[in-house]
């Protein structure tokens, strides 16, 4: 009895494993839920030049962000448009409250790919997180002139509402 009330128990707890998968929400399925505004965002450069120490500076944009930039939000699509909302208080009374722009992932979606359908030109931040309430990305950048490189990461934290 003992053993057949053990293997009751080990079928249960498998079967509730397996539920918990089945009910993990896609990607595509967090980021389009729900509205995204920026609630962090940092720089940090690194400049070397050639026989010097690098010399690194990490930035809090966000701190430097206008209240007006601070209520913007967007909005990912199920049809791969990227909304971009100025919110409640706008910057430019003149400028049009949305924008759009398109949005995917890359084929494994450990990047996000934003671009505009009137240009070729795109941009691909790595996802660092994508839950529920949170999406941080990554983008870096870097470039040479002389003996000098910078080179820059930037993280940006979006909070979902």
């Known amino acids: 009895m003992k053993k057949l009330l053990l293997f009751a128990l080990c079928v249960a707890s498998l079967s509730a494993c397996k539920k918990d998968s089945e009910n993990t929400p896609s990607k595509m399925d967090l980021i389009t839920a729900k509205n995204w505004r920026v609630t962090a965002a940092t720089t940090t450069t690194t400049v070397t030049t050639t026989g010097s120490s690098p010399t690194v500076t990490t930035t809090n944009d966000y701190a430097q962000y206008d209240p007006c930039e601070k209520d913007n939000f967007y909005k990912f699509n199920t049809n791969k448009t990227l909304i971009f909302d100025e919110g409640p208080t706008k910057c430019n009374p003149s400028s049009p409250q949305t924008s759009t722009i398109t949005w995917d992932f890359n084929g494994d979606q450990t990047k996000l790919i934003t671009g505009t359908a009137s240009s070729s030109s795109s ?14 990305l990554r983008t870096m950048d870097s470039y040479t002139s002389g003996s000098t490189t910078s080179s820059s990461v930037g993280t940006v934290t979006f909070t979902a509402f």
Do not use: G, M
């Open 123 to 136: 941009s691909s931040d790595d996802i660092l997180e994508l839950s529920a309430t949170t999406l941080r």
